[in-house]
T-cell receptor, first 113, second 112 residues
Framework: SQTIHQWPATLVQPVGSPLSLECTVE??????LYWYRQAAGRGLQLLFY??????ISSEVPQNLSASRPQDRQFILSSKKLLLSDSGFYLC????????????FGNGTRLTVT | RKEVEQDPGPFNVPEGATVAFNCTYS??????FFWYRQDCRKEPKLLMS???SGNEDGRFTAQLNRASQYISLLIRDSKLSDSATYLC?????????????FGTGTRLQVTL
């Protein structure tokens, strides 16, 4: 069966510091990978998605970037965090065909202070 | 207009009650639909897909009306453990990727 791992679970970072969140998927090959963010009391916002190694699509302009160095690895980064980057970050995967649902990792709760 | 709209609730119902949530979507090119459940401070989890003919999974029934562009979820015989936020999700294909748009959710609180 497929599993998705996301870490860390909780992170507190000062404004201006860098960020790196990692996500890996096991048990499937060539998945579609996604990063979502959920601000407190808000809905999920799609940040990035990737259909293959090195292929990243950005949904909204922001202070973040994403990379996919390996088939089942997806990384979310920032060079300098802003207070507005605080939120619940969720990595997800789906099968690379059809109208497939998403399966989420446990999420990272980021607080920028 | 938001791409996916839901009544935020909360819906407060007694145990054993039947409760229904509706959701509307604006993009007629949407191709597939889902209901997710999200517990407080947890990740969303797939509850069920929504098929054109309607589908049922135990106490849960989902319906899709493409003409009116709305989706519904019916929960029968509510349990305390059903308390959560229910997210309506609409999928639009982008090449080989699924671009899922989430509603902001409807909160359900089931009480004794």
């Amino acid at each position: 069966s497929q599993t998705i791992h996301q870490w860390p679970a909780t992170l507190v970072q000062p404004v201006g510091s860098p960020l790196s969140l990692e996500c890996t998927v096991e048990g499937t090959s060539n998945p579609n990978l996604y990063w979502y963010r959920q601000a407190a009391g808000r809905g999920l916002q799609l940040l990035f998605y990737s259909i293959g190694i090195g292929q990243i699509s950005s949904e909204v302009p922001q202070n973040l970037s994403a990379s996919r160095p390996q088939d089942r690895q997806f990384i979310l980064s920032s060079k300098k965090l802003l207070l507005s980057d605080s939120g619940f970050y969720l990595c997800a995967w789906s099968k690379g065909f059809g109208n497939s649902p998403l399966h989420f990792g446990n999420g990272t709760r980021l607080t920028v202070t | 207009r938001k791409e996916v709209e839901q009544d935020p609730g909360p819906f407060n119902v007694p145990e054993g009650a039947t409760v229904a949530f509706n959701c509307t979507y604006s993009n007629s090119a949407s191709q597939s639909f889902f209901w997710y459940r999200q517990d407080c401070r947890k990740e969303p989890k797939l509850l069920m897909s929504v098929y054109s003919s309607g589908n049922e999974d135990g106490r849960f029934t989902a319906q899709l009306n493409r003409a009116s562009q709305y989706i519904s979820l019916l929960i029968r015989d509510s349990k305390l453990s059903d308390s959560a936020t229910y997210l309506c999700v609409v999928n639009r294909r982008a090449g080989t990727a699924s671009k899922l748009t989430f509603g902001t959710g409807t909160r359900l609180q089931v009480t004794l």
